[in-house]
């Protein structure tokens, strides 16, 4: 249990779906970010929130959308996604200073 | 931009044995950490370094900060079939505006036979 839970922890759905990633943090951290894992890959670092303002868009394409209403939850909508966005898509949290991010364990996305 | 190069991409060994593993970076960081993930799950960390030189350790495992900034190893002392995982450096520039990103390794996928 790393205080960081992400549902629904597995996910197919078609290219012309909509679908929504909900990430909660329990932590008291006030950042919070979005990773996508693919096979073989290093982790891809999407979008980051700084007390719920987005302070980083790694170039991600607008089918996918973020939303951070408060610092303890990070959504990411999904719509009209590509095969190649099949990966884990992973949050995570970290509090201010140096402290280190604490990781959910992921989102298992498949694009059919 | 920041790239790390962690090696070895694998390693197969015996139970029992000691595990070495090792990030370099093109420029510096401010804070080095390890993790570990396991199949199906998120990276756990297992140990977070902070000062050049700094030589912490958690369990079996040790790790290191380089001198230059520029580098960190992990040791794993008497392998256990627990082990088995990805453990992945990862590289911290200092506050400010960085926000903590991580610049991740590319991962040592070890192997342990019994």
């Known amino acids: 249990e790393t205080g960081v839970t992400q549902t629904p922890r597995h996910l197919v759905m078609g290219m012309t779906n909509k679908k929504s990633l909900k990430c909660e943090q329990h932590?008291?951290?006030?950042?919070m970010y979005w990773y996508k894992q693919s096979a073989k890959k290093p982790l891809e670092l999407m979008f980051v929130?700084?007390?719920?303002?987005?302070?980083e868009n790694n170039s991600v394409p607008s089918r996918f959308s973020p939303e951070c209403p408060n610092s303890s939850h990070l959504f990411l909508h999904l719509h009209t996604l590509q095969p190649e966005d099949s990966a884990l898509y992973l949050c995570?949290?970290?509090?201010?200073?140096?402290?280190?991010?604490?990781f959910g364990d992921g989102t298992r996305l498949s694009i059919l | 931009g920041q790239q790390l190069n962690q090696s070895p991409q694998s390693m197969f060994i015996q139970e029992g044995e000691d595990v070495s593993m090792n990030c370099t970076s093109s420029?510096?960081?401010?804070?080095w950490l390890w993790y570990k993930q396991d199949p199906g799950e998120g990276p756990v960390l297992l140990i977070a370094l902070y000062k050049a030189g700094e030589l912490t350790s958690n369990g079996r495992l040790t790790a290191q900060f380089g001198i230059t900034r520029k580098d960190s190893f992990l040791n794993i002392s008497a392998s256990i079939p627990s082990d088995v995982g990805i453990y992945f450096c990862?590289?911290?520039?200092?506050?400010?505006?960085?926000?903590?990103?991580?610049?991740f390794g590319q991962g040592t996928i070890l192997t342990v036979h019994p």
């Open positions: 995570a949290s970290r509090g201010t200073g140096d402290q280190p991010q604490h």
């Open positions: 929130y700084n007390f719920k303002e987005q302070t």
């Open positions: 932590l008291g951290h006030n950042a």
């Open positions: 990862a590289g911290q520039p200092a506050g400010g505006t960085s926000y903590g990103k991580l610049t």
């Open positions: 420029s510096i960081f401010n804070t």
